[in-house]
């Protein structure tokens, strides 16, 4: 109606166009003092409480500042703080510099609603049931509308703004505010986590590319997981994780669950995530056993078990059963005997040995149990900053230049750069009496692998041993 009564020159420069054309110029104008009025109590009243509740819930910097209350219960900082913002506005005696900036972050939020609505309409979760029915088409009209109107308005402060909401929700993301319930991204995120799982459930299970180690470690005991906690999150760090799985018989009075859950929370603070349970069990060996079965039917499932040798350990009735179930299930093994002087040394130098192949040099995409042990050198290569040094014994002479050609190719297609490479002539355990010096050697293994061969390692290399048997699952070539 007003376009009908007046120029395009007049609506775009006369502030009092309305005003001017109404049949009762002073109602219109009393009209808008009352609304800006009403708007002005609301404002500072209902702000003043938004960023109260900012202030209590550790949202923003000086947080105990603005969640003080006076002797009523009132706000009173808050207000106070909105108070010295409206004056400032006034000061820049040009409201209409500032009205658009308002205009902007009242439409980004109004798109932000009908996105939480979008997400929520889309992900089907039980927790979404409004009380009055709305139309998908709703919300999707709402954000273009909201995002179209902002463009119109100022295009450059409209990226502005939505740049600032972005800052805001990664400075608030990162805060890891308490709430009552978990907000839209949990939801969001555990929907997209099942989509991905349902998806890529019937690829073939042989994922040497995404290949990352996803630990298991049993643990009895808390102090012997200490120990390893560096070495496990080495492995590990950045993209693979840590299941750690308690193993005791059932009390009431047990701590583990605790501990581990502390232990647990320590590594997702240095970058691993990490999970726990707990198996109730007077059996060791069965106990991890049972967890390896059970977790087969998980599509986040671990693929390698971390077996910790300690004094305490009987290898034949605790570890040797799990190393054989777990080749059975095809999960990678890893056996680590710590040396009880030399620790990890420096963490300098990574021996990986490799086993003699008796004429069958040809590198093809089958290398024998060695995956799992390359893969695992060169993840801690890159955490300690070390240098691998591949190393094989050969008992015949003539194929010093057949072995030497193997490592370098192998070298060459597995990408590992700076590796050193050693081939010695003679009997295995002469050549190891003489061992290249470093802080750790990995031994390749079998389900027959005999535990004077885990103690004679260690003692004749004097150093720290870890002992690998592929699930079949990796490639060190992809």
């Known amino acids: 109606m007003i376009s009908r009564s007046a120029t395009e020159a007049e609506l775009v420069g006369n502030y009092y166009i309305m005003v001017e054309k109404a049949y009762i110029g002073p109602l219109i104008l009393a009209g808008i003092l009352g609304a800006t009025f009403s708007s002005a109590l609301a404002s500072i009243v209902g702000s003043s409480r938004i960023l109260f509740a900012m202030g209590e819930h550790k949202v923003l910097p000086f947080s105990d500042f603005l969640g003080g209350k006076s002797a009523n219960g009132q706000p009173r900082n808050a207000m106070l703080v909105t108070g010295i913002l409206i004056f400032a506005t006034l000061l820049l005696r040009n409201l209409n510099a500032v009205a658009p900036l308002v205009t902007l972050f009242f439409l980004i ?41 902002m463009f119109i308005i100022n295009p450059t402060v409209s990226l502005v703004s939505i740049m600032i909401v972005l800052m805001v929700y990664w400075y608030l993301s990162r805060q890891n505010l308490e709430t009552p319930f978990e907000d839209v991204r949990s939801g969001l995120f555990v929907s997209f986590a099942e989509w991905a799982a349902k998806h890529t459930w019937g690829m073939k299970k042989m994922q040497q590319r995404a290949w990352k180690a996803n630990l298991m470690v049993p643990v009895r005991d808390v102090n012997g997981l200490k120990g390893t906690f560096e070495f496990l999150r080495n492995i590990a760090k950045p993209k693979g994780s ?133 893969l695992v050198a060169y993840k801690l290569k890159m955490n300690w900053g070390a240098r691998i040094r591949l ?22 297609l597995a990408r590992l750069p700076e590796t050193l490479t050693e081939v010695h002539i003679g009997d295995f355990y002469s050549v190891i009496n003489n061992a290249p010096s470093a802080d750790l050697n990995i031994f390749g293994m079998d389900e027959d692998l005999k535990f004077d061969f885990i103690k004679e390692m260690s003692a004749k290399t004097k150093s720290t041993c870890l002992f690998a048997k592929d699930s079949g699952h990796e490639s060190i070539l992809a």
């Open 109 to 149: 939020t109004y798109a932000m609603i009908n996105i939480v609505v979008i997400i929520e309409q889309n992900l089907g979760l039980i927790s979404y049931r409004p009380v009055f029915k709305i139309h998908r088409w709703v919300p999707w009209f709402g954000l273009v509308s909201s995002v179209f109107a």
């Open 391 to 412: 190393i094989t014994v050969i008992k015949d002479p003539n194929e010093e230049d057949e072995a030497k050609e193997f490592l370098s190719l192998l070298i060459n």
């Open 242 to 374: 840590i299941k750690l799985l308690g193993i005791e018989p059932f009390s009431e009075t047990s701590t583990l669950a605790q501990e581990l859950e502390s232990i647990s929370e320590s590594f997702r603070q240095k970058g691993v995530f990490s999970s726990t349970s707990v198996i109730h069990t007077e059996e060791f060996a069965k106990g991890i056993n049972y967890g390896s079965q059970a977790l087969q039917g998980a599509f986040f499932r671990p693929n390698i078990v971390f077996l910790n040798l300690q004094d305490h350990d009987n290898y034949e009735t605790e570890l040797r059963p799990v190393i054989k179930e777990s080749i059975r299930l095809e999960i990678g093994v890893l056996l680590y005997l710590v040396h009880p002087s030399a620790l990890l040394g420096q963490r300098n130098i990574i021996n990986v040995w490799v086993s003699d192949r008796k004429t069958k040099w040809d590198l093809g995409w089958d290398i024998g149990n060695l995956d799992l042990s390359i």
